[in-house]
């Protein structure tokens, strides 16, 4: 199974966009999973047309989109648990913090910092698929790719142009 996993879209804003790659990629997942901060539910609809889509919301979403969706959730894919949250709180103890949040999870994904994180805590990778419209501090604009076999996870972090 592939998952293509991103966050803080914050679409429509400015001359912000999906790049094409970026938009290549979520339409061959086989699940989009989407970290929060998406901005307006028209986007969140755009990217459901792409494939199965599941999301939370983040702090810079429209009301309408706090009221539609979950602030966390654990969706079942491919034979692994994922947890997904969009704040993850502060940098210090933040794996243990959100290993003790979603407990049994296999992997779990975060936003709002747009810096993309791939990491393994024990039997338990935390991923922040950065963004692929706005790096802020990261060095690139990113998003994630998982590829699940029986409940086994290997995450592969992109670069988008």
């Known amino acids: 199974m592939r998952v293509a996993v991103i966050s803080d879209t914050h679409l429509p ?3 912000r966009a999906l790049s094409p790659e970026c938009l290549e990629r979520l339409a061959v997942a086989d699940l989009i999973l989407h970290g929060g901060d998406v901005t307006e539910a028209a986007v969140l609809e755009t990217l459901g047309e792409l494939g199965p ?4 919301y983040g702090n810079m979403d429209s009301a309408e989109l706090r009221d539609s969706l ?3 959730q654990v969706i079942e894919a491919g034979g692994a648990r994922i947890g997904m949250v969009h ?3 502060p940098l210090a103890g933040r794996a243990a913090r959100l290993i ?7 992997a779990i994904v975060y936003g709002h910092t ?4 791939v990491a393994r805590e024990g039997d338990v990778w935390i991923l922040n698929p950065g963004s692929p419209t706005d ?3 990261a060095p690139t604009r990113t998003m994630l790719e ?3 076999t029986r409940g086994a996870i290997k995450p592969k972090l992109i670069d988008l142009p």
């Open 13 to 15: 804003r400015g001359n």
């Open 53 to 56: 889509l599941h999301a939370v």
């Open 70 to 72: 979950p602030k966390e």
């Open 87 to 89: 704040i993850p709180g």
């Open 100 to 106: 003790a949040r979603f407990p049994g999870c296999d």
């Open 114 to 117: 747009h810096v993309p994180e």
């Open 135 to 137: 790096k802020r501090k």
């Open 146 to 148: 998982l590829t699940i």
